[in-house]
Protein backbone atom coordinates (compact mmCIF):
# COMPACT_ATOMS: atom_id res chain seq x y z
CA UNK A 1 0.00 0.00 0.00
CA UNK A 2 1.36 3.67 -0.57
CA UNK A 3 0.86 5.81 2.39
CA UNK A 4 1.67 9.38 3.00
CA UNK A 5 2.94 10.43 6.43
CA UNK A 6 2.96 14.29 8.11
CA UNK A 7 3.26 15.13 11.97
CA UNK A 8 4.69 18.14 14.24
CA UNK A 9 6.87 17.84 16.52
CA UNK A 10 5.19 16.40 19.12
CA UNK A 11 4.07 13.40 16.13
CA UNK A 12 7.36 13.21 15.08
CA UNK A 13 9.02 10.50 16.68
CA UNK A 14 5.63 8.19 16.66
CA UNK A 15 6.19 9.17 12.89
CA UNK A 16 9.64 7.66 12.63
CA UNK A 17 8.66 4.57 13.97
CA UNK A 18 5.67 3.83 12.35
CA UNK A 19 7.64 4.84 9.19
CA UNK A 20 10.33 2.38 9.75
CA UNK A 21 7.59 -0.27 10.28
CA UNK A 22 5.31 -0.11 7.26
CA UNK A 23 8.41 0.18 5.21
CA UNK A 24 9.95 -2.78 6.45
CA UNK A 25 6.54 -3.93 5.59
CA UNK A 26 6.96 -3.36 2.02
CA UNK A 27 4.33 -0.56 2.10
CA UNK A 28 5.69 2.53 -0.34
CA UNK A 29 6.20 5.37 2.37
CA UNK A 30 6.54 8.57 2.10
CA UNK A 31 7.48 11.84 4.51
CA UNK A 32 6.13 15.44 4.34
CA UNK A 33 7.25 16.60 7.28
CA UNK A 34 7.80 17.53 10.34
CA UNK A 35 11.65 16.66 9.77
CA UNK A 36 12.40 16.84 13.56
CA UNK A 37 11.30 17.20 17.15
CA UNK A 38 12.07 21.25 16.72
CA UNK A 39 8.73 22.84 17.16
CA UNK A 40 6.67 23.31 14.46
CA UNK A 41 3.09 23.93 13.05
CA UNK A 42 1.27 20.95 11.91
CA UNK A 43 -1.40 22.65 9.48
CA UNK A 44 0.63 22.29 6.67
CA UNK A 45 2.20 18.80 6.75
CA UNK A 46 -1.45 17.41 7.27
CA UNK A 47 -3.19 19.61 4.57
CA UNK A 48 -0.23 18.24 2.06
CA UNK A 49 -0.81 14.47 3.56
CA UNK A 50 -4.74 14.91 2.87
CA UNK A 51 -4.06 16.33 -0.85
CA UNK A 52 -2.19 13.66 -1.81
CA UNK A 53 -4.66 11.25 -1.05
CA UNK A 54 -7.09 12.82 -2.40
CA UNK A 55 -4.69 13.28 -5.66
CA UNK A 56 -4.83 10.10 -5.71
CA UNK A 57 -0.68 9.35 -5.37
CA UNK A 58 -1.11 7.52 -1.89
CA UNK A 59 -4.25 5.07 -0.90
CA UNK A 60 -3.80 6.52 2.62
CA UNK A 61 -2.58 9.19 4.85
CA UNK A 62 -1.95 9.24 8.36
CA UNK A 63 -1.18 12.61 10.26
CA UNK A 64 0.42 12.90 13.82
CA UNK A 65 0.28 15.21 16.22
CA UNK A 66 0.13 15.54 20.43
CA UNK A 67 -3.17 14.95 20.55
CA UNK A 68 -4.45 14.08 17.24
CA UNK A 69 -7.10 16.45 17.21
CA UNK A 70 -6.19 19.80 15.36
CA UNK A 71 -4.25 17.43 13.04
CA UNK A 72 -7.53 16.00 12.01
CA UNK A 73 -9.40 19.19 11.85
CA UNK A 74 -6.48 20.30 9.44
CA UNK A 75 -6.21 17.32 7.10
CA UNK A 76 -10.02 17.48 7.21
CA UNK A 77 -10.05 20.68 5.67
CA UNK A 78 -9.37 19.47 2.16
CA UNK A 79 -12.05 18.43 0.45
CA UNK A 80 -12.19 14.85 -0.41
CA UNK A 81 -10.24 13.79 3.22
CA UNK A 82 -11.76 11.65 5.70
CA UNK A 83 -9.35 11.90 8.78
CA UNK A 84 -10.71 10.01 11.57
CA UNK A 85 -8.72 10.61 15.07
CA UNK A 86 -8.60 6.98 16.41
CA UNK A 87 -6.16 6.63 19.62
CA UNK A 88 -8.18 2.75 19.94
CA UNK A 89 -8.26 0.20 17.64
CA UNK A 90 -12.28 0.15 18.18
CA UNK A 91 -12.54 3.62 16.51
CA UNK A 92 -9.59 2.74 13.81
CA UNK A 93 -11.88 -0.15 12.84
CA UNK A 94 -15.46 2.13 12.11
CA UNK A 95 -13.23 4.93 10.39
CA UNK A 96 -12.94 2.63 7.77
CA UNK A 97 -15.92 0.41 7.92
CA UNK A 98 -18.64 2.80 8.80
CA UNK A 99 -16.98 5.93 7.14
CA UNK A 100 -14.33 5.10 4.33
CA UNK A 101 -11.87 7.08 6.22
CA UNK A 102 -8.92 7.63 4.10
CA UNK A 103 -6.84 9.60 6.78
CA UNK A 104 -5.62 8.69 10.49
CA UNK A 105 -4.74 10.93 12.95
CA UNK A 106 -3.04 9.79 16.17
CA UNK A 107 -2.40 11.23 19.50
CA UNK A 108 1.19 10.87 19.69
CA UNK A 109 0.91 12.24 23.50
CA UNK A 110 -2.07 9.65 23.91
CA UNK A 111 -0.82 6.28 22.63
CA UNK A 112 2.09 3.95 23.09
CA UNK A 113 4.11 2.50 20.35
CA UNK A 114 2.55 -1.03 20.62
CA UNK A 115 -1.24 0.41 20.34
CA UNK A 116 -0.02 2.20 17.70
CA UNK A 117 1.12 -0.11 15.72
CA UNK A 118 -2.37 -2.07 16.36
CA UNK A 119 -4.55 1.05 15.40
CA UNK A 120 -2.55 1.31 12.06
CA UNK A 121 -3.02 -2.19 11.22
CA UNK A 122 -6.30 -2.48 11.81
CA UNK A 123 -7.01 1.06 9.66
CA UNK A 124 -4.85 -0.47 6.82
CA UNK A 125 -6.52 -3.63 6.45
CA UNK A 126 -10.54 -3.02 7.51
CA UNK A 127 -12.43 -2.43 4.30
CA UNK A 128 -15.51 0.15 3.96
CA UNK A 129 -18.78 -1.67 3.96
CA UNK A 130 -20.64 0.60 1.51
CA UNK A 131 -24.14 -0.63 1.56
CA UNK A 132 -25.84 1.71 4.29
CA UNK A 133 -22.65 4.31 4.60
CA UNK A 134 -22.69 5.07 1.05
CA UNK A 135 -25.67 7.84 1.31
CA UNK A 136 -23.77 9.04 4.29
CA UNK A 137 -20.77 9.86 2.32
CA UNK A 138 -22.91 11.48 -0.34
CA UNK A 139 -23.97 13.61 2.22
CA UNK A 140 -20.93 14.63 3.14
CA UNK A 141 -19.78 15.27 -0.07
CA UNK A 142 -22.96 17.54 -0.88
CA UNK A 143 -21.89 19.68 1.57
CA UNK A 144 -18.22 19.83 0.95
CA UNK A 145 -20.04 21.29 -2.64
CA UNK A 146 -22.00 23.53 -0.82
CA UNK A 147 -19.17 24.84 1.01
CA UNK A 148 -16.93 25.25 -2.18
Same mark, same amino acid.
Given at each position: MKIVMGSDHAGYRLKRFLFDYLSERDHKVADVGADSEEPSDYPEFCAAVA =? %? &??? @????RG +? &? !? *? @?? *?? *???? #? %????? *?? =?AALCNDIVTARLAREH???? +? !? #?? @? %?? !? &?TEPLALEIVEIFLA????? @? =?? +??? !????? %? +?? =??ES
Open positions: =R %A &VVR @GEFE +I &V !L *G @GS *GQ *GEAM #A %ANKVH *GA =RNDAN +I !L #AL @G %AR !L &VTQFEG @G =RH +IPR !LQQIE %A +IE =RQ
